[in-house]
């Protein structure tokens, strides 16, 4: 059987080593920044897909003596067909565990059938130490290929570039930061041309990758259509109210819609390999002064109040009046209002109030034995802005990225119709109209939106992640 591919990333400390593997292997566990010195162990980090290991990278120390290893190698003269023998006499020399514990640590994987991966942000000039470093790697004989992680300024691009084609196979640039799928597979592609050993099996997980994102894009789309479902048909019943809530139930069921949507979140990034950044920074959320109920951002989220007497009115007419209506006049608003679906708009409208100052729009239902669901018109729209958003910036975030997750207000760029057909789904939802070719329409609709928006970003990024 043979052995899936395998690389240590090799360089000296900062210059991106372990945000390349984080970003490669999907994994936001992968410890960035920490600081590094001769205490910091080579760590092994596997990628399964479907349960199964297609790509295994070592995170290393990197070198700390590497003049004196090339010294010591070349006090005799060897044939270049010779070296890799020469490197496996400098390992079985007892002294030089204790002697050279990191080019030990560096060497053995590497002899034991690692490629490289060698890692440098080309800011400093090439030093001798570089050059023994990677004369080293070179004596190693095994597949290798040196990234150029573009962190800040490269001032020495040109002499690094020129360097590093004279000891690898491959010199690439490679941003952890920003490369998202495409740009990984791009690099997944070169690695698979540095030895026949491993072409297939990375040519397949590059294949894999974007098999497993079309399924993705399926799954998170059914997910996000349940919980939209869930959140706008939400009712709680007054008898479980804690006691120190039973005088406001709108607050307690505006706490579980909050607690819902964070349980989305939760769940989408563990999922997706976020998992730990994520719970790290919860209390540091956004969400704190953004949650989803904080009515005061809905305008921000969804739509103005013009609009959304339009749109709410709508949704009650035929669809196909609307379809052609835009942005009509205002005695056609008034009688798209009378037809209009969510019917509470009229309302707090009229009374020129924002509805977030009065709680009204949360009725209690007609037995006062529930609270909910929720009846504004804005709030399907918001419901749905704010749990795309979130998507599409999980799913666009390399898993070296560390910073908060924070969402940021985005008016929704949905077209007049998708705003009424989303208030017609809501509208059948809560009328009980509710049907499984409804649900898949949804679900539809959802994977549509969010295929467009990634496809777009995705294109423009592949330029600028892998050179
Ligand atoms: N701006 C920027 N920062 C980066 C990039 N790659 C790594 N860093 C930062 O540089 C520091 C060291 O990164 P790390 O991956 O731990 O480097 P290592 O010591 O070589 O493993 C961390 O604070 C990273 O967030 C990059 O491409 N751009
Ligand atoms: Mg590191």
Not at 389 to 396: D, K, N, R, S, V
Request: glycine letters at 6%; a neutral charge.
């Amino acid at each position: 059987m043979s052995r899936c591919p395998q690389f240590c990333v090799v360089g000296h400390p900062n210059q991106g080593k372990s945000s390349i593997v984080s970003t490669l292997v999907e994994n936001d566990s992968v410890r960035i920044g920490v600081e590094s010195g001769t205490t910091e162990q080579a760590e092994r980090f596997e990628f399964r897909m479907q349960n199964k290991v297609v790509l295994a990278l070592t995170d290393t120390p990197g070198f700390q003596r590497a003049r004196q290893v090339l010294a010591w190698l070349e006090q005799v003269a060897v044939a270049p067909a010779d070296r890799p023998e020469r490197i496996r006499a400098f390992l079985a020399e007892p002294q030089h565990q204790q002697q050279f514990p990191d080019e030990c640590r560096l060497l053995e994987p590497i002899m034991a059938g690692s490629g490289i991966l060698y890692v440098t942000d080309a800011a400093n000039e090439v030093s001798r130490a570089d050059e023994a470093e990677m004369e080293i790697l070179r004596w190693t004989g095994q597949p290798r290929m040196a990234l150029i992680n573009p962190m800040s300024e490269q001032h020495n691009a040109a002499a690094w570039q020129a360097t590093l084609s004279q000891f690898f196979q491959w010199v690439r640039v490679f941003n952890p930061m920003t490369a998202s799928l495409p740009s990984r597979q791009a690099l997944f592609k070169a690695m698979a041309e540095l030895t026949p050993e491993w072409t297939a099996d990375l040519t397949r997980l590059s294949q894999q990758l974007a098999a497993r994102d079309q399924q993705r894009l399926l799954d998170v789309s059914l997910q996000l259509a349940e919980y939209w479902c869930r959140q706008v048909s939400r009712r709680e019943p007054l008898l479980t109210l804690p006691p120190l809530l039973t005088d406001s139930p709108e607050v307690y069921l505006q706490q579980q819609l909050d607690q819902a949507e964070l349980q989305l979140f939760q769940q989408l990034a563990t999922q997706w390999g976020h998992g730990q950044a994520e719970l790290q920074r919860d209390v540091n959320w956004e969400l704190d002064h953004d949650q989803l109920m904080n009515t005061e951002t809905w305008y921000l989220w969804g739509l103005q109040q013009k609009e959304l007497l339009v749109v709410s009115g709508g949704a009650g007419m035929a669809a196909g009046a609307m379809l052609d209506m835009g942005l009509a006049g205002s005695t056609m608003m008034l009688g798209a209002l009378t037809g209009g679906v969510l019917g509470t708009a009229g309302g707090w409208l009229a009374s020129k109030q924002l509805p977030g100052k009065r709680l009204g729009w949360l009725p209690l239902s007609g037995k006062k034995s529930y609270v909910g669901p929720v009846k504004h018109p804005n709030f399907p729209l918001v419901v749905m802005a704010r749990a795309l958003t979130f998507t599409q910036l999980l799913w666009l975030r390399p898993h070296a990225e560390r910073s908060r997750l924070a969402l940021t207000a985005k008016a929704s760029d949905w077209s007049r119709p998708e705003q009424v057909r989303l208030l017609q789904w809501a509208k059948q939802l809560q009328n009980d109209q509710w049907k499984s070719k409804q649900q898949q329409e949804l679900a539809d609709w959802i994977s549509e939106g969010l295929q467009q928006r990634l496809k777009a970003v995705l294109q423009q990024e592949q330029q600028q992640s892998f050179l």
